[in-house]
């Protein structure tokens, strides 16, 4: 479940929009919130083991900083993106195969790929 979104503006470009950075910047809190949330239902082994919330929380995170047009921060969050779909691979490795579908493995796999490029490409 990637989140996609329209070019975020170029870092060291004009100010960031005020409003848009507060609206993003509640988009993390809901996000952290609901993160705290799964991370409790996982150790009352009353949530899959998925790892969405995380990776969720990471992309809203990412796209924050990019609003903000921080590169180190951009930079520092990709890693954290990266670093949430390696646990989400584990997490998911880990589990026995009725309880996950190779898909979902696949589709895990090319998420943490596509998280390692953009890593990358912000890199250069």
């Known amino acids: 479940q ?7 503006r170029s870092v060291g470009s004009a100010e960031p929009d005020s409003r848009i950075v507060a609206k993003l910047s509640e988009i993390v809190g809901l996000r952290e919130r609901l993160a705290m949330t799964y991370e409790h239902l996982l150790a009352a082994g009353r949530a899959s083991a998925d790892g969405l919330a995380e990776v969720d929380l990471a992309e809203a995170r990412v796209e924050l900083a990019r609003e903000r047009g921080e590169r180190d921060a951009i930079l520092a969050e990709l890693r954290g993106l990266v670093a949430a779909h390696e646990r989400r691979m584990k997490r998911l490795g880990s589990l026995a195969r009725d309880r996950v579908s190779s898909d979902e493995i696949d589709r895990a796999q090319v998420a943490l790929l596509e998280a390692q490029v953009r890593l990358m490409r912000a890199q250069k």
């Open 2 to 8: 990637q989140q996609r979104s329209a070019p975020a």
